[in-house]
């Protein structure tokens, strides 16, 4: 039977009070706190599998009720991205998030949750196919034993000379007082067993150097993988909230 084995973990990092970052795994979410282990689920392979990382912005009050908002609802709208216009579906589901963040910040346009914003990024998994999509400077990566490549597309200005991140997004869920609309990325991928995926913030890609992430994806597998990403982020001075999801196709 072939399966789909999801191993995530969300830690605040070592300079962040709260942790900002939710996660969405299936019917499954975890909002603003904290798992001490690398937790893995487990599903069949068929019905669409909604695997997601959402960032709250920083300096944006209101980033944890952001990100949750956004996972909460692409837990519910799941089960729907089964029908054959499903990159449509996605676009729809991301729009709807989007319009869901400002209507809830404009329910009190003095309140400081006004500006609130979210970057997301993740995958839809499907029994011969792999949906990626992303709003904002969250990462999705394909990690085949031979490498990491990046799939997702930031949405972040060029980089100065010299720099490697930056921490502006241009676009993202939310974030500005009056409403705007978003152009979600999304790609279609064929899906083989033995496939994985990184899903992750910037907590984990702006203090760890790719080649770093592929050398842990290269070695590990699932929890040891998950721990010794989240470690490696940790070494480096853990300076944001660190989310992350390792998606990995099986069968018997």
């Keep these: 039977m072939e399966y789909v084995a999801v191993t995530a973990l969300s830690h605040p990092g070592l300079l962040r009070r709260r942790n900002e970052d939710s996660l969405v795994v299936g019917p499954w979410t975890l909002c603003a706190t904290v798992t001490e282990n690398a ?15 959402a ?11 952001a990100s949750a908002l956004v996972v909460r609802r692409l837990a519910g709208l799941g089960p729907a991205l089964a029908t054959e216009d499903d990159v449509h579906d996605v676009h729809d589901a991301l729009t709807a998030c989007n319009r869901a963040v400002y209507r809830t910040a404009g329910e009190d346009p003095g309140s400081e949750l006004a500006a609130m914003g979210t970057t997301v990024a993740g995958a839809v998994v499907r029994s011969d196919s792999v949906m990626v999509f992303n709003v904002g400077d969250s990462r999705v990566f394909a990690a085949p034993r031979e490498g990491l490549q990046q799939v997702s597309l930031d949405d972040s200005p060029p980089l100065e000379p010299g720099r490697r991140t930056t921490s502006i997004v241009t676009q993202c869920l939310g974030g500005t007082r009056t409403y705007r ?5 999304v790609t279609t991928l064929p899906l083989s067993p033995g496939d994985r995926w990184l899903i992750c913030t910037d907590g984990l890609t702006d203090p760890v150097p790719e080649d770093v992430l592929a050398d842990v994806l290269r070695t590990h597998d699932d929890g040891r993988a998950a721990f010794e990403l989240w470690k ?18 099986g069968g018997d």
Excluded: E, K, S
């Design 55 to 65: 960032d709250g912005l920083g300096g944006h009050p209101g980033g944890d009720v």
């Design 181 to 185: 609309a978003v152009r979600p990325h």
């Design 232 to 249: 490696a982020a940790m070494a480096a001075g853990g300076p944001d909230n660190v989310t992350l999801a390792i998606v990995r196709v």
């Design 39 to 53: 937790q893995t689920l487990v599903f069949p392979l068929g019905a669409p599998l909604v695997v997601a990382v």
